[in-house]
C-alpha cells in the first residue's frame, strides 16, 4: 500500500473549517483514501473514503487532487469533540468475494480545536 | 445501529499467563481484524479472517493465536504474556458483501495490562 505524510498537529478554532492535509503521491490507479480518526484511546472511527470524485457525508468532505497524489479532508465546522488524531490511509479495496486488505495506519495528525 | 462488541473491555494478566480476547462484528459482517496499539504508537494490524480462514497475517507473535467461529465471532489468544503485550486491542469488521467498498468499523478496544 502507498505510503501517507501528515503533519504532525495542527490547531484550529472551534466553528471554523479544518483543513487536513494528506500527501500520497506514490498512489495506485485502485488504491483508494481512507480517512479514520481516533479520539483518545478510543476505537479508529471511519470518516469517509473515496477513489478520485470528492466526496461528502455528514461529518466531512474529501478533496483529492486530480493527479491523486494529494487529499485534504474537510470537518465544516469543527467542535471540541473533534480533537482527534486524523489518520490518512492508502489501500486498494477489496475484491468482491476475496480476502479484504488491512489498514496501515501511519502516524497521523494530532487536530487540537480550540474553544 | 449495532457496533463491533469486544469483551472484556479491560483485562490485567501477570508475566506468563494467557489471556483471551472476544470480538464480535457487526451483523452480515463477515472479516474480522486484529490491531494492536502499544502506549503512544499507532495501531498495527495483526491478523484477519474471512469467512472463518486465516486471509492475513501482521506482526502477530508466535505466542499469539486467533480464530474465526462459525457465527463470526472471534477469539485472540496470548500465551505467555510479557510486559511488552501490555496494549490497547482492537477488533474491526467489515462485510464482504458490498462489492469494491469494505470498510472496517472499529470496536471500542480491549486494554490489556500485563504485571
Known amino acids: 500500500d502507498a505510503k501517507t505524510t501528515q503533519p504532525p498537529s495542527m490547531d484550529c478554532a472551534e466553528g471554523r473549517a479544518a483543513n487536513l492535509p494528506c500527501n500520497h503521491s506514490t498512489i495506485s490507479g485502485n488504491e483508494y483514501v481512507y480517512w479514520y480518526r481516533q479520539i483518545h484511546s478510543q476505537g479508529p472511527q471511519y470518516i469517509i473514503h473515496g477513489l478520485k470524485n470528492n466526496e461528502t457525508n455528514e461529518m466531512a468532505s474529501l478533496i483529492i487532487t486530480e493527479d491523486r497524489k494529494s487529499s485534504t479532508l474537510i470537518l465544516p465546522h469543527a467542535t471540541l469533540r473533534d480533537t482527534a488524531v486524523y489518520y490518512c490511509?492508502?489501500?486498494?479495496?477489496?475484491?468482491?468475494?476475496?480476502?479484504?486488505?488491512?489498514?496501515?495506519f501511519g502516524t497521523g495528525t494530532l487536530l487540537a480545536v480550540q474553544p | 445501529a449495532a457496533g463491533v462488541i469486544q469483551s472484556p473491555r479491560h483485562l490485567i494478566k501477570e508475566k506468563r499467563e494467557t489471556a483471551t480476547l472476544k470480538c464480535y462484528p457487526i451483523p452480515r459482517h463477515d472479516t474480522v481484524y486484529w490491531y494492536q496499539q502499544g502506549p503512544g504508537q499507532d495501531p498495527q494490524f495483526l491478523i484477519s479472517f474471512y469467512e472463518k480462514m486465516q486471509s492475513d497475517k501482521g506482526s502477530i507473535p508466535d505466542r499469539f493465536s486467533a480464530q474465526q467461529f462459525s457465527d463470526y465471532h472471534s477469539e485472540l489468544n496470548m500465551s505467555s504474556l510479557e510486559l511488552g503485550d501490555s496494549a490497547l486491542y482492537f477488533c474491526a469488521s467489515s462485510p464482504q458483501t458490498s462489492g469494491f467498498t469494505d470498510t472496517q468499523y472499529f470496536g471500542p478496544g480491549t486494554r490489556l495490562t500485563v504485571l
Open positions: 490511509i492508502v489501500r486498494v479495496a477489496a475484491n468482491y468475494g476475496g480476502a479484504t486488505n488491512k489498514l496501515i
